[in-house]
């Protein structure tokens, strides 16, 4: 393996891990919090986590919230409950 893959692949675990190590505490009503309104998020419906968004979203486009990042497409893993 490339030393330039190797420490890609190594920064990729350290972020990784970073960022669990401060979401794993997180209730759902802490994660799912909205800071403004009309945010694009993670929203909880009768059929479960929706993801909102756009194939064409507006100019500026909306403030995105943790559960709703533009680098991600599901909900966490690790939540306990969707519901809670």
Same mark, same amino acid.
């Given at each position: 393996?490339?030393?330039?893959?190797?420490?890609?692949?190594? #920064?990729?675990?350290?972020?990784?891990?970073?960022?669990?190590?401060?979401?794993?505490?997180?209730?759902?009503?802490?994660?799912? $919090?909205?800071?403004?309104?009309?945010? $694009?998020?993670?929203?909880?419906?009768?059929?479960?986590?929706?993801?909102?968004?756009?194939?064409?979203?507006?100019?500026?486009?909306?403030?995105?919230? #943790?559960?709703?990042?533009?680098?991600?497409?599901?909900?966490?893993?690790?939540?306990?409950? $969707?519901?809670?």
């Amino acid at each position: 393996m490339s030393a330039l893959r190797e420490n890609l692949l190594d #920064l990729s675990d350290v972020a990784g891990s970073r960022l669990l190590a401060r979401v794993q505490g997180l209730t759902d009503d802490e994660y799912f $919090w909205e800071p403004e309104p009309e945010v $694009w998020t993670v929203r909880l419906s009768e059929f479960g986590p929706r993801i909102d968004g756009s194939a064409f979203p507006p100019e500026p486009p909306p403030f995105t919230t #943790l559960a709703r990042s533009p680098s991600t497409t599901a909900p966490r893993s690790h939540s306990t409950s $969707w519901t809670s």
